[in-house]
């Protein structure tokens, strides 16, 4: 399963929007670096589609505010 992020990072709260079927909006309170904001996009993501973090792994935009993202299912 693929999944379309925007991620915005340093936000004040977090917070999960769904305004298009096809794209989540996911606001984390971590900075971009070190790698923290994508480290906990995962965790959010693992958690509502109640999936282990292993099984979800960040496919392109690393370094960018919209990222795809994979969900293998075991």
Known sequence: MY?????????????????????????VREKASGNRANTR???????RLG?????????TGHHSRSKMISISTL
Request: proline share 2%.
């Open 3 to 27: 999944l379309k992020v925007i991620v915005t990072p340093g936000a004040h709260k977090e917070r999960i929007e769904e305004k298009d079927s096809e794209i989540l909006y996911i606001s």
């Open 51 to 59: 999936v282990t973090l292993t099984q979800v792994r960040i496919l």
């Open 41 to 47: 996009v995962r965790e959010i993501v693992a958690k």
